[in-house]
């Protein structure tokens, strides 16, 4: 299921999430840039 964030109402400043299968797939390869290390 892909979900986009493209339904915005720029009046009210509100997003909501529809069904959209051509939305883009992004992934993430090693840490995402977090260089600080994990989280305590």
């Given amino acids: 299921e892909r979900i986009s964030n493209i339904a ?3 009046v ?3 997003c ?3 069904d ?3 939305a883009p ?3 993430t390869i ?3 840039g977090n260089i600080e ?3 305590n």
């Fill in 8 to 10: 915005y109402d720029i």
């Fill in 12 to 14: 009210n400043r509100e």
């Fill in 16 to 18: 909501s999430p529809v």
């Fill in 20 to 22: 959209d299968q051509s």
């Fill in 25 to 27: 797939v992004y992934i």
């Fill in 30 to 32: 090693g840490d995402g």
């Fill in 37 to 39: 290390g994990l989280a």
